[in-house]
């Protein structure tokens, strides 16, 4: 690990973030989305990858969504001059000036934020470019279709740039109420003669629903080389790469006898004996807690490397993996928790849960490299 | 919340860490070790409270236990002059100058250790402190009792101040293997005649296993106000109080008929028509996406507050609400997710894991207010 020789940093934890994966994933969106704009989907410091690796490995983006006006203000310091778009609009009435100053593309989404941009238009600002948030089954915001158009029609009366807007709750999944096709319906009905291009995609929609992408895409979890539906084998032949590789180091081994247990409430007991490595790497770095026995690690061993399964309940700090298949793993062997050896989804699948929150999760005090 | 009127965070999600709590709890495990000394375990940036906190609220401890030799310089830079111990001891023989620049107290678990410290001793350097770690069943990290005292004495007769050692995979728990009994009793009749304090409780042990003490306790997860068990009512008698309180608003309130459903997947459908409120608090911010529905969230509503269900799947930046019960409350309403009013423990519980997990996982982007 290299930063661990100038002494700042001691444990063997990293998280490597590759540029040319994130530029990859992107071109691949481009691909099946010729026809439309590009929003890719930084919040959360860019699910986990920091926001400096993701606008280093997505300049070609027509623009970034997000959701905190600082991290806005963080793009525009760093040089972004293209759009930036405030996927939950503003949170108070005064953040106004600021999104102008920084120039930002809204979400609308209730009515307090409606009265909001009436007000400051009539003072003579410039107006902002708005995407009206249309309800259309998700239930979560944005506007019912039969107050929608009221409601453009107040903004667009006002002088906003309007565009129309709306979120799948089920592009990643078939025989799921509401449907895609149903939301996209309601949609379309909905805008039927009204200006304004329209956003509808996430990255379900963009590998699965081609006829649903409309002027904006949204991709957010494919730029990061993960699986919508949580499930690796669903984006196997998509052509997406892996950007974060989440490595670690073996600090200790165990010899243990058949019957011996392994970490907190006993949970693994040994079938046989068998070595064990102790991996500095836990669930308070953001590994899932939840991971069964038997959760892919990958391991050097020698000149190559193997696949080992996790032993054991993960604990804060460390995790255990049987290392009988890697006889030449000893302290100091690198381990990858995830990255291109072990999906991140095969890792949340193991844990009942999906990449997004692994990624997301992906704590503060595991550094991270840009590569 | 307070921040938000500067315009710097819009947001309005933020964790408040409860100074006076912390000194709370760790006078509680001076009334229940009134013996032992204190170790107040810090790590992974204090259990998510950050060290600031920490440092403030446990100023009165014998010493901070902690990973990351960074973190050591942190409390040395903030004025603490106390002992602090590293709790996987170095993990690069290039660490040992500033280990005793900064008098660091190390564990020692492996060979290579071992050999760092006599090579480091030969170089005439002063003694440092040692915790030496025995593997008593946890299989983790440690020596096995039948090396445990070769090792002792190669470092004893280097010079170092030595110290015993181990953990308990069980005190959390009855009738699992390795138990409390058996791992304290190989303890024993290994260090028998042996010079040197001991450590060996954490909080489990401090709570519910008055014999095993030792010298030194190293509490951890009781300092934060949550349960060892991950049960709340395992602590509902032991006088612990929350030092973490996890606050967002509600920014969005759907109406919804009866069928209507929400969020991804669709997973929770209204069996009768219902205000929705939605949260900004998601899965990025920290809060499990395993979280069932009924999970418990607390809502101000008008003068006073009342629990209200989870309803649908936690997104990554947003849950949602079932408003029933808070006919008052809308937009802008506070909502506590974890704190006082709803212990960590029992979101832990509906999620699947235990409040450690959630404590730690909050995200870099939640600011933290400390009062």
């Known amino acids: 690990m290299g930063d661990s020789a100038n002494g700042l940093i001691n444990r063997p934890i990293l998280a490597s973030i590759d540029i040319a994966a994130f530029q990859h994933n992107l071109n691949r969106v481009r691909e099946l989305a010729p026809e439309s704009k590009i929003w890719s989907v930084i919040k959360a410091r860019a699910y986990g990858h920091c926001f400096e690796a993701a606008l280093k490995g997505l300049s070609s983006t027509d623009g970034f969504a997000l959701l905190d006006i600082q991290d806005a203000a963080w793009l525009r310091e760093h040089g972004w001059q293209g759009r930036i778009l405030l996927l939950e609009g503003l949170f108070h009435e005064n953040e106004l000036s600021r999104a102008e100053d920084l120039a930002c593309d809204l979400v609308v989404h209730c009515d307090a934020q409606v009265d909001w941009l009436e007000r400051f238009k009539g003072k003579n600002h410039k107006p902002l470019s708005v995407f009206l948030k249309m309800n259309t089954g998700m239930n979560r915001l944005g506007f019912k279709p039969e107050v929608y158009r009221t409601v453009f029609h107040r903004l667009h009366a006002t002088g906003y ?64 080389g993960a699986s919508p539906t949580g499930l690796h084998a669903d984006i196997e032949h998509a052509n997406l790469r892996a950007v974060m590789q989440l490595h670690s180091e073996i600090i200790d081994i165990q010899d243990l006898q058949k019957g011996d247990r392994i970490g907190y409430g006993g949970r693994y007991e040994a079938p046989h004996a068998m070595r064990v490595g102790i991996v500095a790497c836990g669930y308070a770095d953001g590994y899932p807690r939840h991971a069964k026995d038997g959760t892919p690690v990958w391991v050097s061993s020698g000149d190559h490397g193997v696949t080992c399964p996790l032993a054991g309940r993960v604990s804060m700090d460390m995790l255990a993996i049987d290392l009988s298949n890697a006889p030449n793993a000893g302290i100091g062997s690198v381990v990858q928790l995830w990255g291109d050896k072990v999906p991140v989804d095969d890792v949340a699948q193991m844990s009942g849960t999906i990449g997004y929150e692994l990624l997301c999760a992906v704590a503060p005090r595991v550094p991270v490299e840009i590569q």
């Open 161 to 224: 740039h309007m565009h129309h807007m709306t979120h799948f709750a089920n592009a990643d999944q078939v025989d799921q109420l509401p449907s895609v096709g149903g939301q996209q319906e309601l949609f379309n009905e909905t805008i039927a003669g009204l200006e304004g291009a329209t956003s509808l995609a996430n990255s379900a929609a963009i590998l699965w629903h081609r006829n649903a992408l409309g002027d904006w895409v949204r991709p957010g979890i494919m730029l990061y």
